[in-house]
């Protein structure tokens, strides 16, 4: 039998099939997202006497974590052009970068969140600190979660001389979540930020 | 997270035999994991039945004292955990595992070490959650668990039994074994149909599969964030739920109904695409209606995200809101009408044979339209006033979910069993099984409509005499001895069958879709090349219009094993030790142990990049002589 259908359908490898499977993945997480954001709305309000956003929130201060993040999705798409080009020490020393973009990112926000404690916001005081500190800190795990995966990688190309392009998909399946983060922290810096300053 | 990689020609080891424990702890053959989720499943049915038994007895007379209150309160929130989450949708699980790679065409799922990991989390979730009993006393907040019963203090005074920490931990560490397969089985589907197996020459089976998992990738996240305030609220005192503090108890309600609407088409939709298998093979003839029946799939699952709402509409949403909720459920009534036609209209002049899976399929026609029925009664608000909170709910869900899905998984496991075993059950027990089961669990639930509209309300521990309750009641109960009697005789009938059944062959039904093309149970690799779709049931295409045998289709192996081997991924362990310590991180977390959590967190991390990173080289698994 050697006439295929019309219909017939190229069958997938490895990496399209990974690929696909962290779309659906984060397609999920959005709705992980969706679900913590639509609490923090319904709970903003709620600040039992104690300090609110507008209050407390330092639009400088997460400006510059955000110029932070945002430049590690530079760097990432830097490090990818590197892997494709395969020049293996720019794709390390790219990678290295974007992964302390992502500490000094969540280094930032451990300060934030000490200092909001400091000036009585702690994680029970009120249902605003509460549902403030799930939704921002649940980015924040996720970035951390990153930094560990991009380290994951950054050993993954210390123990070769070389990325073979078999697995590059490794490199592209982190990158897609990484950017899906930054993306993530666009809407926080917009929804509880912005919004919450405006009061 | 891990694909099977590609081994250079001839690098694959030799395969690792498969037989003992240790072959079933570290297996990632979808076939294998099928079968682990639909026996854990089948352990946790028998123990959700007997929850259901010890509350029936209860009920068989006024004034009974037989089980106090307390244990009343966490038998039936244990029982609709354990029937919900342990046992019908795990089971649907393990039967999409086993079946649509090979409705497929496919060798495995798409990520075969992720399958292997989403069996050993919900296996894990099962057992953290039935580990409360032996730990101080289960979960008792109903299997919605509706704040503020969840947060303590009102149904727990004194120091708060830890019974709910089991049921947000459990239900978390299930729940994200269940997203998991949910991604897989999209993949799987979307990814690895054989050649020429358009969308509109997928088996109904694989379309519902397909449906399910959308639905369970887009509705598990508000209730893994509901579970996590939750948590947050009883390890960390924050007050989500606290309307004393400012929090919302409806927050709760709606996050758990986003949820748990589209779970129950999560429970139904994989009974549909059985019953679509089932009714056209029996009837030989093809389904009527495929596009219509696509459709309507497609249809209920993109309404059941807008309905959610229907189970709050006595919390004073308002006649607006109740209004839009009410029209979008009764809306759902026309795409699954749409279905029981189409299913009733392919048994209209077919040349019915009356097998066991095809009696349970029309006994589901029946019990399905009546429990439809009630739904759409309950979806009207102002009835709803009156329904909401009696037996008729209890009535109505039951419908739905044992004269649903229940029996169409119970027609789907005399459809496949030959299959996955590669024995025949006795017919004769079949049908004993089935008339049992049809005539108990009408007599145990068709009465509760009645208790609920003279009044009774669920979840009552006890009831007076002569509140015309009594005889009602007792009727229900005899009905519960009948149903259990039926499900012993099909369980023994496949315990029988197991040793003693004749054996099947690869075709016992003269099936239409690709697993019957194969022998029963199938080998390792499935199909030994892979075939080509020459239509819409592929096997009786070939049936009809070729030789009976699948045409292997040319240039579709990504991967080049030498000649009279097939390349397969190696077992692993490394999905169980994930999974273990995932349980010690939920353990640590419901005693605030903190150095166990860094420990199981280490675990958890360490055992993901091992998996991520581990460069599988494969086995080479010889074909059998006569493969197809």
Request: hydrophobic share 55%; glycine share 10%; proline share 6%.
């Amino acid at each position: 039998m050697s006439g295929a259908p019309a219909d017939l359908e190229p069958r997938s490898g490895p990496a399209e099939r990974t690929r696909f499977g962290i779309w659906l993945w984060l397609a999920s997480d959005s709705a992980l997202f969706a679900s913590l954001f639509a609490t923090y709305l319904s709970l903003r309000g709620a600040t039992a006497g104690g300090p609110s956003g507008a209050q407390l929130f330092d639009l400088r201060l997460t400006a510059v974590a955000t110029f932070v993040l945002l430049s590690s999705s530079l760097v990432l798409g830097l490090a990818l052009e590197a892997l494709q080009a395969g020049r293996t020490a720019a794709l390390r020393a790219w990678l290295g970068c974007t992964a302390l973009l992502g500490l000094g990112f969540v280094g930032l926000q451990a300060a934030e969140f000490t200092s909001y404690a400091r000036r009585g916001l702690t994680f029970a005081h009120s249902d605003f600190a509460s549902a403030f500190y799930a939704l921002v800190g649940f980015h924040g795990l996720h970035v951390t979660f990153g930094v560990l995966w991009l380290g994951s990688l950054l050993a993954f190309t210390l123990r070769r001389p070389a990325v073979a392009p078999r697995d590059f998909w490794r490199f592209e399946a982190a990158s897609l979540y990484w950017y899906f983060v930054d993306v993530v922290w666009v809407v926080i810096f917009s929804v509880v930020y912005l919004l919450g300053k405006a009061g | 997270m891990s694909a099977l990689t590609h081994a250079p020609l001839g690098l694959g080891q030799p395969p690792v035999p498969a037989s003992g424990l240790r072959a079933w702890l570290t297996t990632v053959d979808h076939k294998r994991i099928g079968i682990l989720y639909m026996v854990s499943a089948l352990g946790f049915f028998v123990l959700g039945g007997l929850e259901a038994f010890l509350i029936r007895l209860q009920l068989a007379r006024p004034d009974s004292h037989l089980i106090s209150a307390a244990l009343f309160n966490q038998l039936f929130t244990m029982h609709g955990l354990t029937m919900i989450f342990l046992a019908v949708m795990p089971f649907s699980i393990g039967l999409i595992n086993f079946i649509v790679p090979l409705q497929l065409g496919a060798r495995d799922v798409a990520f075969p070490r992720l399958n292997a990991v989403s069996y050993w989390l919900f296996l894990s979730g099962g057992l953290i959650l039935n580990s409360s009993w032996l730990l101080g006393g289960a979960p008792n907040a109903g299997w919605y668990n509706y704040a503020p019963l969840d947060t303590g203090g009102l149904l727990n005074p004194g120091p708060d039994p830890r019974g709910i920490d089991f049921y947000v931990l459990g239900l978390q560490v299930a729940g994200v074994g269940t997203v998991l397969s949910g991604v897989n089985f999209v993949v799987t589907i979307l990814r690895l149909r054989a050649p020429g197996m358009s969308p509109l020459r997928m088996p109904l089976f694989v379309w519902t599969a397909l449906i399910t998992s959308v639905l369970i990738v887009f509705a598990f996240p508000p209730l893994t964030a509901n579970l996590a305030l939750l948590m947050l609220d009883r390890l960390f005192h924050t007050g989500f739920f606290d309307v004393g503090r400012g929090g919302m108890v409806l927050l709760w309600q709606q996050l758990f109904w986003m949820f748990g609407h589209p779970e129950v088409y999560i429970l139904i939709l994989p009974a549909f695409g059985a019953i679509s298998e089932i009714v056209p093979v029996f009837s030989r003839k093809a389904l009527f209606g495929y596009p219509a029946m696509v459709f309507a799939i497609v249809l209920i699952a993109f309404l059941a995200f807008m309905v959610w709402s229907h189970h709050m509409f006595t919390v004073g949403m308002g006649p607006l809101i109740n209004s839009v909720f009410a029209a979008s459920s009764m809306i759902i009534a026309v795409p699954t009408g749409v279905k029981i036609f189409n299913w009733v209209a392919t048994l209209a002049g077919g040349r019915l044979r009356l097998d066991t899976p095809l009696l349970y399929a029309v006994g589901f026609l029946f019990t399905f339209v009546i429990g439809g029925t009630s739904g759409v009664m309950l979806a009207v608000p102002p009835a709803d006033f009156q329904y909401s909170g009696s037996y008729f709910l209890v009535a109505h869900i039951h419908y739905v979910l044992v004269g649903g899905s229940l029996l169409a998984l119970l027609a789907a496991i005399h459809y496949w069993f030959p299959k996955i075993t590669g024995r025949l059950l006795d017919d004769r027990r079949g049908r004993w099984g089935f008339w049992l089961v049809f005539a108990g669990l009408n007599i145990t639930f068709f009465p509760m409509h009645f208790l609920g509209l003279f009044g009774m309300p669920r979840r009552i521990d006890t009831y007076p005499p002569n509140l015309g309750f009594d005889t009602l009641n007792l009727i229900s109960t005899i009905g519960v001895f009948v149903l259990g009697a039926g499900l012993l005789i099909a369980l023994a009938n496949m315990r029988r069958a197991l040793r003693h059944g004749a054996l099947a062959g690869p075709d016992p039904w003269d099936g239409r879709t690709l697993e019957w093309a194969v022998a029963s149970p199938p080998p390792e690799y499935n199909f030994a090349r892979i075939p080509l779709v020459r239509g819409r049931d592929a096997l009786w295409v070939e049936k009809r219009y070729g030789d009976g045998h699948l045409v292997p289709a040319a240039g579709a192996e990504e991967e080049h094993a030498p000649e009279g081997f097939v390349h397969l991924p190696s077992p692993t362990p490394l999905p169980l030790v994930l999974a273990g310590g995932v349980t010690v991180l939920a353990y640590a977390a419901i005693y605030s142990a903190l150095l166990v959590a860094l420990a199981g967190a280490g675990i958890v991390v360490a055992s993901i990049f091992l998996l991520m990173y581990d460069r599988d080289p494969g086995q080479l698994v010889p074909l059998a002589g006569d493969a197809p």
